[in-house]
Structure formats: C-alpha cells, structure tokens
C-alpha cells in the first residue's frame, strides 16, 4: 500500500519538492539581502555620530515591507493550495474512477487504505509547509525584530509553528471534503471555500481571544501621538474626543478606537477642550489637551504572548486534524465497494 501510494503520488511529491527548493532558494537570497541593507542602514547608523536612527529604520521597513509580505502571503497560501490540490484529488479521482475498489479486494482494509494516504502525504505536506516557514523566519528576522511587531496577520500566519498546523489541518480537509462530496471540481470548490473562511475568521474573531486580554488606563499624554501613534479624533462640539490608532510595540492591539475620560470618568467633548482647538499647530492642541488630566481605556495581548499563541494556534489546528481524521475514517467505512 505504501508502495502504491508513492506511485500515485510521485508527480505531486516532485512537484512540491521543486517549489520547496526555489522557493528556499529565493528566500535564502531575501534574508541576506535584508542582512546585508540591516547591517549597513541600522548598525552603521548606530555606530555613527549624527544618524537618525528612527529614520534609518524608517527606511529600512518601507524597502522590505514589499517582498517579506510577499514572500509571507506565499507561504500563508501553501497550506490551502495542498489542501486543495494534493489532499481533495487524492480521494476523489479514485472514487471517480472506482480504483478504489480493485485495492480494497486485494485485502487492504478501507482504514489502511486511508491511514497510508493520511501518514505520508500528509507528513510531506507538513515538511514542504515546514521548510518554508523556516526559510521565511529565517529571512525576515531581521525585519521582524525592526518592524516589531510578530503580531501582525501575515506575520504571524506564515511564521515558525502555526503553518504546520495549517497545513496538516487543510490536506486532511480536503480528503475529508473528498469523501463525502466524491467529485473532484465540487470537492475542490468547497474545500476552498471552507479554508478561506477559517484563515478570514481565525486572524479576526479567535486569535485575538485566545487568551483574556490585558486591559489598561493610559493617561492621555503628548507621547500618546507622537511615539504610541495615537490620533486625537475631534469632531463637532457634541461629539466625545476620540484616541484612534494607540499602539503598544509588538503587542497585538484589540482597542482601535478609545473615548477620553475625565478624572470623574464622564466622556470629554470638543466643546470642553475649544480652547485648545482655535487656529493651534497640532502638537500645540495635543500639549494643550495633555494638561487636562484625561485618560483612555485600552485592551490588547501583551508581545511575551507570542509564542503562547502560536503554540495555542498550532495545538488548535493538530486537534481540529485528528476530530477531522476520525470524521474521514468513519466516513470511508460507509463508502460503497
């Protein structure tokens, strides 16, 4: 069974192997590219009088931002496109072709006929996603420890653990998928359908609650915008001011938009502050408004979680792949023969 297995599966594993080398070899050349510009832009500047440090980096992140979110959405991507191309046609084509019947009469139990096929397909699936997460962690480090924030969707997604997860979880949807829709062009479309979803609401609704969220009061200061990025929202008088886009380095923000309260913890409009809004430069309205003792609420998970969530995210998708398996073995049982 094992023997048939690679024989049916050949074409596809030199396939992958071909992509896994290219794809390593490119990602081998970015890494040193980013080495290369990190060395002669960030530590250079460093160690020079008069660098501008935060401009240097600046810089630094605008010209690889480009090719590591390609290069990250590449190998995001790979899990579904094994799930879709390797796991789904794997079932379907000999249910189409009724092959599996020939092999299930020469005393290969339904349940081997499965297992082989989920062990050692899905094994390579996990390598080939596994080298290209590694090539990529490899490649962007540098970039991730300027950019600082590990957090971010790509990032995190296409980055150290959570891939193996994705693609053991996507190759064994599709064989499930495979067994009960049995057409290939049907099977295959579900299947997409199903791991766009995932990867749309995972990032959005689940990661971000994986763990009870650190919740803080940040007192409203002129670092809130110049270093944390948060934007003071003024609108009419009626309307409470507003912080958008507070940010704590490398932790993932749930809050993106935050009321200013008083000491007596009431909203504070644009009415009460005016004397801070007529004709003043910016940084002169966020002084003025700084001098009021107002504060903001914030919620979001810490950066030391990191690597807690993706253990969490991986263990996740691994438990989501076995419920999955045991689905597909009970439900190859009641394939016709």
């Known amino acids: 069974m094992i023997w048939l297995t690679w024989r049916q599966f050949r074409l596809q594993f030199l396939a992958g192997l071909a992509v896994l080398v290219l794809l390593t070899l490119y990602l081998l050349y970015l890494g040193d590219t980013i080495r290369v510009a990190y060395n002669t832009d960030i530590l250079d500047c460093v160690a020079a009088n008069g660098c501008k440090l935060t401009e240097a980096k600046?810089?630094?992140v605008r010209d690889f931002?480009?090719?590591?979110?390609?290069?990250?959405?590449?190998?995001?991507?790979?899990p579904a496109l094994l799930?879709?191309?390797?796991?789904?046609?794997?079932?379907?084509r000999e249910l189409e072709t009724n092959t599996h019947k020939l092999v299930w009469n020469q005393s290969v139990t339904r349940t081997r006929w499965l297992a082989v096929k989920l062990t050692l397909v899905g094994l390579f699936a996990m390598a080939v996603t596994g080298g290209l997460s590694l090539a990529l962690t490899w490649a962007a480090s540098r970039f991730d420890q300027v950019q600082g924030n590990r957090f971010v969707a790509i990032a995190f997604a296409s980055r150290n653990v959570a891939p193996l997860g994705y693609a053991a979880?996507?190759?064994v949807l599709g064989i499930t998928v495979g067994l009960f829709v049995r057409r290939t062009v049907p099977a295959m479309a579900v299947t997409l359908a199903?791991?766009?979803l995932i990867?749309?609401?995972?990032?959005?609704?689940?990661?971000?609650?994986?763990?009870?969220p650190v919740k803080e009061t940040v007192t409203y200061t002129t670092a809130v915008s110049t270093d944390r990025g948060g934007f003071i929202n003024i609108g009419p008088n009626s309307a409470p001011l507003r912080i958008d886009g507070y940010t704590?380095?490398?932790?993932?923000?749930?809050?993106?938009?935050?009321?200013?309260?008083?000491?007596?913890?009431?909203?504070?409009?644009?009415?009460?502050?005016?004397?801070?809004?007529n004709g003043q430069e910016p940084i002169q309205t966020?002084?003025?408004?700084?001098?009021?003792?107002?504060?903001?609420?914030?919620?979001?998970?810490?950066?030391?979680?990191?690597?807690?969530?993706?253990?969490?995210?991986?263990?996740?998708?691994?438990?989501?792949?076995?419920?999955?398996?045991?689905?597909?073995?009970?439900?190859?049982?009641?394939?016709?023969?």
């Open 58 to 60: 600046s810089r630094f």
């Open 65 to 78: 931002t480009s090719p590591v979110q390609t290069a990250g959405i590449l190998v995001m991507v790979i």
């Open 83 to 92: 799930g879709l191309f390797w796991g789904t046609p794997m079932i379907t």
């Open 169 to 171: 979880f996507a190759f």
């Open 194 to 196: 199903l791991i766009g």
């Open 199 to 212: 990867q749309f609401v995972v990032p959005i609704v689940t990661r971000p609650h994986l763990r009870a």
């Open 248 to 277: 704590i380095p490398g932790a993932l923000m749930l809050t993106k938009q935050s009321f200013l309260y008083d000491s007596s913890g009431n909203k504070v409009t644009s009415a009460q502050v005016k004397e801070c809004l």
């Open 286 to 337: 966020q002084e003025c408004i700084a001098k009021k003792n107002l504060h903001f609420e914030t919620a979001y998970q810490p950066a030391k979680r990191y690597w807690t969530f993706q253990w969490t995210e991986f263990g996740g998708f691994l438990a989501l792949t076995v419920a999955l398996s045991a689905l597909a073995f009970w439900r190859v049982k009641r394939v016709r023969g």
